[in-house]
């Protein structure tokens, strides 16, 4: 990796403090860049993807928690 997109990837990191969002979001926009006519490979749709990301560009939504219920016994006030 070289060292523009590594400081991309260090202020995407601590913008989201998520690597996965981080690399769903980027993967997704780059996915859409390589695709355009203009594209100049994927090295470049990566880092495209970053520097929008970075400059608010891109709509994300981070998904809320989910309640998991515990694993274990099953109570028994439901009998």
Known sequence: ???????????????LESRY???S???KRANQLARHPE???A???INQ???ELLDDKIKYEVPA????PK????????K
């Open 1 to 15: 990796m070289n060292e523009a997109r590594e400081r991309l990837v260090k202020d995407a990191l601590a913008r």
């Open 21 to 23: 969002m981080v690399v």
């Open 25 to 27: 979001v980027v993967a």
């Open 39 to 41: 594209s100049q490979g």
């Open 43 to 45: 090295g470049w749709a």
């Open 49 to 51: 993807a970053l520097k």
């Open 65 to 68: 928690e989910e309640k998991v």
């Open 71 to 78: 694993k274990g016994r099953a109570s028994r006030s439901g």
